[in-house]
């Protein structure tokens, strides 16, 4: 492994010979900047060789990138400084080379819009060849003339509505066109009447392959503009049927690449190395454990080569990065939307949560990379602020400003794991190892009695009263499933489910009480089933049970008590869960609700409760 200089890098700056080349589109940089900086997906269009990559642990946090690729049949191999980004406005890399024919490559892509519409894309190339009498001028010309092309193209076909931050690279023609037919037809019975095999098809086909590899189902439905939880539940019915793989992946918190990831849930790894952050992190079910889906090799061969994996794009959820050399002070002007955004770096222990909004008077920010750096760990922000960043180490430091709340297409083990499509299809095989458990933070747990069941037993015989039982269990089961729940299991006549959203409990909750109050109306009282329910939202664990993933811990045991003190025909709600469920009530006219305290069996205090009846 080769460690960069900052003076042999310094040196190499000032040698650079530099190559420019612009091209003139006819849409605004913000529409085009997600495909513009997309440098994995153009460095293979274009015709580069694919990268291998290694990481070195660096003792001030993070790693350093080292990379290996061909160029003209001779290998070359480099230490890369991180990307660094402003959007819509610049992006630009760096890199040192050990061996191949340079010595030094740097780019910086910017994008201006024009006041006459559509945006300029300039594009500078600086490189020091390895050797004086080597003739690379041609050869980066011949690239960077491929790279203004594929912007042209991109350019072309970017739809005036854009959905998707990679949609310009699809690819159709004839030969797609059949195997997406064939595969529909092979899917079809799977979810009769439905747009949606012959949709996913379609995705698998003219897709980038890194996207169909890992395959979210939620990514296919917002593009197709689908129901979520439809795609999902037909992708686990692909699965089932051999035609997709199913992955559980654990993300990293911090660059949100999967890096440990595994076909079978029994094998997934609990704890988690990133050689990209350098850091150790926990699987949690509910935050960073994602479910993804494969087709088989028979349906599409794919490309899983890395071309360049820290380009903009591969971290969408950094708005901004900036990399500082040691001792360098940088003048910058931020443009970043309204939003909450986290400031952070490897390298620095503390952090910044900042608010920006149109509102704020913060228009000038100066920060220190160092322990000064969390002086203000809550600032107000200006969309448009001037900052300058002082890094007064002896290393590189990278700032990161995330912008938070923008997680939304990954379907979390914890949602895929509590449908009742899940549980149906894999109960028995996707089950975690003996003695191993995961966390969840947040989860709402259902449980459900029977009234007078005992007595219930002795008036009616064993076999009417299981038969009033079975019953029950037919009428809540479609309810949960329905209302994107899943039931963990059966106890007697109780029922115990979960749901990863408080509006979607409350819902089946009520459902289930709409239901039996119409049945009962048509049954004498004897033959009426009379329902008690309970519902409480907290953290618990995950684990495996008889061959089944079951739910333990507090919150666990609460739903228990707090189910307990249903009176029958109504809903017994934790102060926690109310909270949330409250602004649906008023879309309820009649549904009636009374606070009351309990003292919960096992539990130290009293606790506040909520009944919630139909009148």
């Known amino acids: 492994m080769h460690f960069l200089q900052l003076n042999q890098l310094k040196a190499l700056r000032s040698k650079a010979k530099t190559l420019q080349g612009q091209v003139q589109l006819q849409h605004p940089a913000h529409i085009l900047w997600p495909y513009i900086s997309n440098m994995d997906l153009l460095d293979k269009k274009i015709g580069l060789a694919a990268v291998d990559y290694q990481f070195e642990p660096q003792r001030h946090g993070g790693s350093q990138i080292f990379a290996k690729t061909h160029l003209n049949l001779l290998t070359m191999t480099y230490t890369e400084l991180p990307y660094q980004w402003l959007p819509p406005h610049w992006f630009a890399v760096e890199r040192f080379f050990h061996s191949g024919w340079l010595r030094y490559f740097a780019a910086q892509w910017h994008l201006q819009d024009l006041t006459t519409g ?70 079809q019975h799977l979810i009769p009447n439905s747009d949606i095999p012959r949709q996913v098809a379609e995705f698998i086909y003219t897709a980038p392959d890194k996207y169909v590899y890992q395959l979210r189902p939620f990514e ?37 690449g999967a890096q440990s990831r595994t076909q079978r849930l ?21 935050h960073n454990v ?33 990399c500082l050399d040691p001792g360098e002070t940088r003048h910058l002007t931020l443009d970043l939307p309204s939003g909450k955004y986290r400031w952070r770096s490897l390298s620095l222990a503390d952090e910044i949560v900042a608010q920006v909004t149109k509102e704020s008077s913060l228009q000038t920010l100066q920060l220190y990379l160092d322990h000064r750096f969390a002086q203000q760990p809550n600032l107000q922000l200006a969309e448009l602020t001037k900052l300058t960043l002082h890094n007064p180490t002896e290393h590189w430091i990278t700032l990161k400003i995330e912008k938070l709340h923008s997680y939304t297409r990954v379907a979390t083990a914890a949602l895929v794991t509590s449908l009742q499509d899940f549980r149906d299809l894999f109960s028995s095989t996707e089950v975690l190892r003996p003695n191993q458990h995961l966390g969840i933070s947040n989860i709402v747990i259902l449980f459900s009695d029977l009234v007078g069941s005992t007595q219930l037993y002795e008036r009616k015989g064993d076999a009417n009263a299981f038969r009033l039982v079975q019953e029950h269990f037919d009428v809540m089961i479609p309810i949960i499933r329905h209302h994107q729940g899943g039931v963990v299991k059966t106890i007697g006549d109780a029922v115990m489910a979960v749901f990863t959203e408080s509006e979607a409990a409350f819902q089946a909750s009520l459902a289930i009480l709409q239901t039996f109050a119409q049945r009962n109306a048509q049954y004498p009282p004897e033959d009426q089933i ?68 309990a003292e919960l069996k096992g539990i130290k205090d009293t606790t506040n409760l909520y009944r919630l009846w139909l009148v």
Not at 148 to 153: S, V, Y
Not at 158 to 165: H, K, L, T
Not at 270 to 284: F, G, L, P, R, S
Not at 553 to 571: E, F, H, K, W
């Open 118 to 187: 559509g945006c300029l894309i300039t594009v500078h190339f600086h490189y020091v060849p390895r050797y004086p009498f080597l003739p690379l001028k041609q050869s980066a010309q011949h690239i960077l003339n491929k790279m203004l092309a594929w912007f042209t193209r991109i350019d072309a076909a970017v739809p005036e509505q854009p959905r998707f931050d990679f949609e310009a690279f699809f690819e159709r023609n004839s030969t797609l066109d059949k195997q997406i037919n064939h595969l529909t037809q092979a899917w």
């Open 220 to 256: 296919v439905a917002d593009y197709f503009q689908l129901p979520r939880l439809d795609v999902l539940t037909f992708c686990l019915l692909a699965a089932k049927e051999g035609f997709l793989d199913l992955n559980w992946n654990v993300l990293c918190p911090s660059c949100r």
């Open 266 to 286: 029994g094998q997934l790894d609990t704890q988690v190395h990133c050689d990209t952050c350098n850091i150790q992190y926990d699987a949690q079910f509910d």
């Open 290 to 322: 994602e479910v993804t889906f494969t087709p088989r090799a028979n349906i599409r061969q794919l490309d899983t080569q890395h071309y360049c994996i820290a380009n903009p794009a591969a971290t969408g959820h950094i708005w901004t990065q900036i």
């Open 530 to 597: 009379i329902i008690k329910l309970g519902l409480h939202r907290g953290p618990c664990i995950v684990l495996n049970l008889n061959e089944r993933l079951d739910y333990f811990g507090n919150t666990v045991n609460r739903a228990a008590r707090i189910q307990g003190l249903s009176q029958g025909s109504d809903i017994v709600i934790s102060e926690t869960l109310f909270q949330e469920i409250q602004p649906l009530l008023a879309h309820y006219p009649a549904l009636k609700t009374v606070s009351f305290l």
